[in-house]
């Protein structure tokens, strides 16, 4: 088992922070990791993507042309890398920012209104956070108490106010999604 992993959005939407704890997650389920973030010199408004590579085994190397999946914030980050998702591979995207038409027929396309749900808690930067708990449930890498271990684990001190706020964003996403596929 090895999935290949793109979280693409802008910069201010939690990409790199969404892309280090799916890695976490991974390692505390006992999986090989890599996580390869990139952002442009804007941060905040500029584009930010990162892969992550989930495995049974050892991972050869961090760079994804390819995804098994593909996690979209936003309307350019979908138009940029959708098109690069493998045949019946996984495209989970913020339907609150992204509204596609066409999507491919070779792959499973997963709405997730998380701007919508992060807004009803009065903080959208935490829609990253919905879109972690969906990509727990359609996929199944790992459990939501692993996220969960997890986000406890990676979230810096000056940010524990947060945690359960992220929690219950997690468990909302995940609650929405489970069993989607």
């Known amino acids: 088992m090895e999935y290949k992993i793109i979280i693409a959005g802008s910069g201010g939407q939690g990409i790199l922070f969404l892309g280090s704890l799916l890695a976490y997650s991974g390692m505390f389920a006992d999986k090989e990791v890599t996580w390869f973030p990139s952002y442009g010199a804007e941060m905040r408004g500029g584009t930010a993507n990162c892969t992550v590579i989930i495995s049974d085994e050892m991972i050869g190397s961090p760079v994804v042309r390819n995804p098994d999946i593909l996690i979209v914030m936003n309307l350019a980050s979908y138009n940029r890398f959708s098109e690069r998702i493998i045949e019946d591979g996984l495209l989970i995207y913020n339907s609150s920012l992204v509204s596609v038409k066409d999507i491919r027929k070779d792959i499973k396309a997963i709405p997730v209104p998380a701007t919508d749900i992060a807004s009803s808690f009065k903080n959208v930067n935490?829609?990253?956070?919905?879109?972690?708990?969906?990509?727990?449930a359609v996929t199944k890498i790992f459990t939501v108490e692993t996220i969960l271990k997890a986000i406890e684990f990676?979230?810096?001190?000056?940010?524990?106010?947060?945690?359960?706020?992220?929690?219950?964003?997690?468990?909302?996403?995940?609650?929405?999604?489970n069993n989607t596929l």
């Open 154 to 177: 990676i979230t810096p001190s000056h940010r524990k106010s947060y945690l359960d706020i992220n929690k219950e964003l997690i468990i909302k996403g995940y609650n929405l999604t």
């Open 126 to 136: 935490l829609a990253n956070m919905v879109m972690a708990g969906a990509f727990t």
